[in-house]
Nanobody
Framework: QVQLVESGGGLVQAGGSLRLSCSAS????????MGWFRQAPGKEREFVAT????????YYADSVKDRFTISRDIAKNAVYLQMNSLKPGDSAVYYC???????????????????WGQGTQVTVSS
């Protein structure tokens, strides 16, 4: 049974930083991309960042570019999201996502991912 478990969310003041972690079990994702999405109350789940199988290529939503950094540890079957200069608009539940498909190197749509974590809450106060 595949499980993705996020951690690292919390409450932080605007301008602060948080580092989210996502640990995968039940299957290795070392040959496929992984990603982060987020969902604020009353809004659709939106793409945040993705990283290719090697960890050498990344792609970000414009809203987080230059503030967030996605990385992965293939040996640990984990992916991370370093979030700096946080804004109140970044408040949301953040979800880790993984896919078994190597069809797309940096997928940014929900439909491209097969597995999802339960989410971790990030709240940024002004």
């Amino acid at each position: 049974q595949v499980q993705l478990v996020e951690s690292g969310g919390g409450l932080v003041q605007a301008g602060g930083s948080l580092r989210l972690s996502c640990s995968a079990s039940g299957r290795t994702f070392s040959t496929s991309p992984m990603g982060w999405f987020r969902q604020a109350p009353g809004k659709e789940r939106e793409f945040v960042a993705t990283i290719d199988w090697s960890g050498g290529l990344t792609y970000y939503a414009d809203s987080v570019k230059d503030r967030f950094t996605i990385s992965r540890d293939i040996a640990k079957n984990a992916v991370y999201l370093q979030m700096n200069s946080l804004k109140p608009g970044d408040s949301a539940v953040y979800y880790c996502a993984a896919t078994l498909s190597g069809r797309f190197r940096l997928p940014s749509v929900r439909a491209a991912y097969d597995y999802w974590g339960q989410g971790t809450q990030v709240t940024v106060s002004s």
